[in-house]
């Protein structure tokens, strides 16, 4: 089973800075990677597929990056509603397909 | 617009087997060639992947729970379903339907959640 490590756990920043999260795989998945995004109460949304092609709709300040073992998730610039729970996801080696344990990204 | 809702009992007490249906609206599982998948998150928690089922009816299971595990599709209600046999309360969470549809692996489109308590 591949395992993803996301961090940090919780990250605090104010409106308008850069956010920068991390998912380590415990093996190679290529590129094949997603982000999701969930707020309270809601389910998760997808904002990145095969680690840097962003969903339908999502904003360009969503980027994704990396391949193998590291990548990256950045909001160049966080608006209110961006501050939520962070998950990536890989489909590389499954059954089964594994998540992160996930990023908070907390108002400062 | 691809839609998923679940339905199924909250509460399901200990032993007993838990079963939910997606209901699909905006496609066609029939004709489509995507997976269909069940996802939960036990309060407070992350998410973890329980199964998918293909639209040619081929399965896939977390092996963690594989033994307990049945996916099924009902082409007829353009449903899915999840059965989980033998709860627990470590069974107790929201569950989620949910599919990639072109993006097949990923989970592009959701449901709103079931939420199940497993308690006597």
């Known amino acids: 089973e591949i395992v993803l490590t996301q961090s940090p756990a919780t990250l605090s920043l104010s409106p308008g800075e850069r956010a920068t999260l991390s998912c380590r795989a415990s093996?190679?998945?290529?590129?094949?990677l997603a982000w999701y995004q969930q707020k309270p109460g809601q389910p998760p949304r997808l904002l990145i597929y095969d680690a840097s092609n962003r969903a339908t709709g999502i904003p360009a300040r969503f980027s994704g990056s990396g391949s193998g073992t590291d990548f990256t998730l950045t909001i160049s610039s966080l608006e209110t509603e961006d501050f939520a729970f962070y998950y990536c996801?890989?489909?590389?080696?499954?059954?089964?397909?594994?998540f992160g344990g996930g990023t908070k990204v907390e108002i400062k | 617009q691809l839609q998923l809702h679940e339905s199924g009992p909250g509460l399901v007490k200990p032993s007993e087997t838990l079963s939910l249906t997606c209901t699909v609206s905006?496609?066609?599982?029939?004709?489509?060639?995507?997976?269909w998948g069940w996802i939960r998150q036990s309060p407070g928690q992350g998410l973890e992947w329980i199964a998918s089922i293909f639209s040619t009816g081929n399965t896939y299971y977390n092996p963690s729970l594989e033994s307990r595990l049945s996916i099924s599709v009902d082409t007829s209600k353009n449903q899915f379903s999840l059965t989980l046999s033998s709860v627990t309360a470590a069974d107790t969470a929201l569950y989620y339907c949910?599919?990639?549809?072109?993006?097949?692996?990923?989970?592009?489109?959701w449901g709103q959640g079931a939420l199940v308590t497993v308690s006597s």
């Open positions: 996801q890989q489909r590389s080696d499954w059954p089964p397909l594994t």
């Open positions: 949910s599919t990639g549809g072109e993006l097949l692996y990923f989970f592009d489109y």
């Open positions: 905006g496609a066609s599982i029939s004709t489509t060639t995507f997976y």
């Open positions: 093996q190679s998945i290529n590129n094949y």
